[in-house]
């Protein structure tokens, strides 16, 4: 009898081919435009749908807008890695990713869920996915 023990990881087809567990969550903006808002899922997800409530543009990215934050050696401003969702507007992302951050395009007032997150999780354990911190694309 083998010993050895196979469970899931990011390259588990099984894991993404299957219909994810549900995340929601929704949250208001921070005020300024240089914080960011984080999310992070307690395993990782396999897509990301984000709904803006705000009357400004909104930004999604994959590291905190300014370098420095959230344990983050870089930042996703300086190269403009991220992407802008209208006013009012909703974005579905396919990707594997353990959290998203959000921020303000503008230094309006945050209103109450501003933004709203729907995510679909796999079973593979968040700490199996590895940092986007400097990855290229993603940060500074």
């Not at 990215?61 to 009012?88: C, E, R, W």
């Not at 709203?116 to 700490?127: K, V, W």
Request: hydrophobic share 35%; aromatic share 10%.
């Amino acid at each position: 009898m083998s010993s050895n023990f196979y469970s899931v990881g990011l390259n588990h087809v099984g894991a993404y081919q299957v219909s994810g567990a549900p995340y929601l969550s929704g949250s208001a903006l921070p005020t300024n435009n240089t914080d960011s808002l984080r999310f992070q899922f307690p395993t990782v997800a396999k897509s990301i749908t984000v709904n803006s409530n705000h009357g400004d543009p909104i930004r999604v990215h994959f590291a905190p807008y300014t370098a420095g934050q959230h344990g983050y050696t870089g930042g996703a401003s300086a190269l403009s890695n991220f992407v802008t969702i209208p006013a009012n507007g909703s974005e579905t992302f396919e990707f594997k990713c353990k959290e998203i951050f959000i921020s303000n395009s503008a230094t309006s007032a945050g209103t109450a869920n501003a933004v709203q997150i729907f995510a679909e999780l796999t079973n593979i354990p968040a700490e199996r996915m590895f940092s986007l911190d400097g990855v290229v694309g993603v940060t500074n």
